[in-house]
């Protein structure tokens, strides 16, 4: 089930990272994601799309499975891609199929902190190590 996350904050026109986490039996991932490739070969085309990519879980124990992480120009771009007839038919048909029974988590993120490696030099010796970048 998703939830509604169309209130989400965060400043107008900047750019947007949407994470969806899905709770799918470890057996069900193979159709999941090729339905999933669908989804998103939809989206891709929409503009101020900017990349997605669906994470697979190394662990079948893992509680969820596929983690799907895609990037926008703005939480309006997406809006206006997920506001899509036949996106939504496809979720719609995704979240309802009993062969295939999945949780969905979906939220709208802004960076909150930001470590880019080789992005400040280590002095050896140093007491402490570089200190990550806040928003």
Known sequence: MSKDISGASGESGAPVTFINVFDIAADQLDAFIVQWERRAALMSAKPGFLDSRLHRARS????????????????????????????????????????TPVTSSPGLYDIAAEFIAGAAEVIAGAEEPPVARHR
């Not at 509680?63 to 496809?90: I, K, M, Y």
């Open 60 to 99: 079948s124990q893992t509680r969820f499975q596929l983690v799907n992480v895609s990037h926008w120009e703005s939480q309006e771009a997406w809006e206006a891609g997920t506001a899509d007839s036949e996106f939504r038919a496809r979720t719609h048909a995704a979240r309802t199929d009993p062969h």
